[in-house]
């Protein structure tokens, strides 16, 4: 059968939030993933799930991707992962022959991917950024530590990294000596690229999501995240709407503008100790915390649809404000990770990271996955959970067991 779209990454958050969405609208879905665990997969809205050779460089994903839309005539390709997205980017040319891929540009997204990059077009537009420096290697590293200070956050300048035929996700972390800055650099610089070593701010983060195409501004939606997962900075897992902020709504648009960013990005900021933004990054795919807005009255998956398929885009002039969100597996974890980091640079205290996630569950919140009327998606996700903590305690059981007796 034909499918309207075809929506990558079924494992994720967004990915299932995006066929529900278009599903609603009476578009035929269908999603792909490397395991028939996806939750996506369960959606009533999706008509077809398609298991998949898992994302390398050894083209097994692309040419089963390019059997699967000549047999389907999928009309709009949706991908989230930034594996996904960096494969499809090689291979863009030979890909979008056969189907329209819900990204930016290519311009755009060379830009928009690479936070060095994007941090000197903010710079150019007169954005306030992070201090920090790039740091190509481990000999860099003192001169950073002496002109940033510590602690300090490490960033790999883009968040994939391919190492032979495998790729692999780098995220930020938090440095707090010397040694450990050599040891951070050193490991996000293993396979190639360079590091950013910034200033730490642990104030609030925002984020400010758009879709935009054509010089036109289709919707906008800004949400604040109290817990992120890691506990310094990741995916939001517990967030609420906000009225657009002046400061960060104005400096995201014109970034977005500037970059002609087309499409769905999400742009987020962190606040000082003087409550002034800073940039942070760009995301130029469906974000993981996109449910909230589209749960508030801006459906971003729908609007990507109809921008990637040519059709007139709906404009969104508003959306509800002050509703919470949560994604409870990963609150569960980044509570057990603040636990186990306890006394490290922006990790609130033992006592404080239980109580604020007890007193979560009494405040009225919405949760990622749950939907009554497709009530499956959230039963495969926290059973995959159950079953992935369990298998977890047991081998760490079994590790400390090892190491006991020998």
């Known amino acids: 059968m034909a499918f309207d779209a075809l929506v990558l990454d079924a494992r994720l958050r967004q990915s299932l939030v995006a066929v529900r969405s278009l599903g609603r609208r009476a578009l035929s879905v ?106 190509r290697t481990v000999d860099e590293v003192p001169m950073a530590v002496k002109e940033i200070g510590l602690p300090a956050v490490v960033k790999p300048s883009e968040s994939w990294l391919w190492h032979g035929q495998q790729g692999m996700r780098v995220v930020p972390q938090v440095v707090t000596s010397p040694d450990e800055a050599r040891r951070v650099v050193a490991e996000l610089t293993r396979w190639g690229g360079v590091t950013l070593f910034q200033q730490l701010l642990s104030g609030r983060r925002e984020a400010v999501s758009f879709l935009y195409a054509h010089g036109n501004m289709y919707a906008r939606f800004a949400q604040w995240a109290k817990r992120t997962e890691p506990p310094l900075g990741g995916n939001s897992v517990l967030r609420q709407s906000i009225v657009v902020p002046p400061d960060t709504g104005a400096q995201a648009e014109a970034l977005v503008r500037e970059l002609d960013l087309e499409g769905y990005s999400e742009v987020e900021f962190r606040r000082d100790s003087n409550c002034v933004p800073c940039l942070m990054e760009i995301n130029p795919r469906l974000s993981a915390s996109v449910e909230i807005a589209v749960r508030c009255g801006v459906d971003f998956p729908y609007l990507l649809y109809q921008w990637a398929n040519g059709e007139s885009i709906d404009k969104v002039e508003d959306y509800r404000i002050g509703d919470w969100m949560r994604d409870l597996r990963g609150d569960i974890m980044t509570t057990v990770a603040a636990l186990q980091q306890r006394g490290r640079p922006g990790v609130a205290p033992p006592v404080r990271v239980v109580l604020d996630f007890g007193l979560s569950f009494f405040r009225r919140t919405r949760y990622d996955y749950v939907d009554w009327k497709d009530p499956l998606p959230a039963v495969k996700a926290t059973t995959h959970f159950a079953r992935s903590s369990a298998a977890k305690v047991v081998r760490a059981t079994l590790s400390r067991l090892r190491r006991s007796v020998s």
């Open 30 to 135: 269908a999603a792909l993933e490397a395991s028939s665990e996806a939750p996506a997969f369960s959606s009533r809205w999706c008509q077809r799930g398609f298991v998949c050779p898992p994302v390398d460089t050894t083209g097994a994903y692309l040419a089963f991707l390019e059997q699967l839309l000549e047999r389907t005539g999928a009309r709009v390709l949706i991908p989230s992962h930034d594996g996904t997205i960096a494969l499809l980017r090689q291979h863009r040319a030979r890909v979008e022959q056969r189907v329209c891929i819900a990204l930016a540009n290519e311009r755009a997204m060379t830009i928009a991917v690479n936070k060095e990059r994007t941090l000197a077009v903010a710079k150019r537009l007169g954005i306030i950024v992070p201090r920090g420096l790039v740091v």
